[in-house]
């Protein structure tokens, strides 16, 4: 079974300040990866997304992440966070193939202090 | 387009009584899911469907049953309620199990 490790729990950051937040997986096969974002009081939606190719990808507001395979990792970042980043991110594992379910990672708070 | 909607918003609910939290999607997806959100746990798979008439277990399934009887539904049971239900359910969608999901706007359920 696959499992999702996320390393931060809270973070508190500044405006303007650089955002990085952890993400390791553990799955024996191959994996799409994911991102989801869930702004207080909202349900979650896709941040972005990593299935093949080049694996730095952008994703909305400014947010990016890099798919590292011989590190199981998929951190997420932002040069530059804006109060309005203020939320709970999620990392997501797919598997590809066989009957694998998807497992998200415990989340991770982001405050950003104006 | 709706996406996704689910009701009730929210729900009060004495132990022991049984409860079925509705759960459509408008999107044609063939896989869906349920998921209940815990503070510190993050999401965690109850059951899902690959597609319309099959479903499996999920992570923390017990206590809880689901249905799917056409693309568009997916409704989750409690057949008898209990506190430790108490959570904020959402229900998701997606082409494939492999593929991204798109979450609805969640149940709040409270059980006393």
């Known amino acids: 079974a696959q499992s999702v490790s996320q390393h931060n729990h809270h973070v508190i950051l500044s405006e303007a300040a650089s955002l990085e937040l952890g993400c390791n997986y553990s799955y024996g096969g191959t994996v799409n990866l994911f991102w989801y974002v869930q702004y207080p009081g909202q349900h979650l939606q896709l941040l972005l997304k990593?299935?093949?190719?080049?694996?730095l990808v952008k994703g909305i507001k400014g947010f990016e992440a890099e798919f590292i395979k011989s590190k199981f990792s998929f951190n997420l970042r932002k040069p530059s966070v804006q109060w309005s980043d203020t939320a709970e991110y999620f990392c997501a594992v797919n598997p590809i193939h066989g009957a694998g379910k998807s497992t998200f990672g415990d989340g991770t708070t982001l405050t950003v202090k104006p | 387009i709706a996406g996704i909607t689910q009701a009730p918003t929210s729900q009060i609910l004495a132990a022991g009584r049984r409860m079925t939290l509705r759960c459509t999607q408008d999107m044609r997806h063939n896989a869906m899911y349920w998921y209940r959100q815990d503070l510190g746990l993050g999401l965690r798979l109850i059951h899902y469907?690959?597609?319309?008439?099959?479903?499996g277990k999920g992570e923390v399934p017990d206590g809880y049953s689901v249905s799917r009887a056409n693309t568009d539904d997916f409704p989750l049971t409690l057949a008898s309620a209990v506190p430790s239900q108490t959570s904020v359910y959402f229900c998701?969608?997606?082409?494939?199990?492999?593929?991204?999901?798109?979450f609805g706007p969640g149940t709040r359920l409270t059980v006393l």
């Open positions: 469907s690959n597609t319309a008439g099959t479903t």
């Open positions: 998701a969608s997606s082409n494939s199990m492999a593929d991204t999901q798109y």
């Open positions: 990593y299935f093949s190719g080049d694996p």
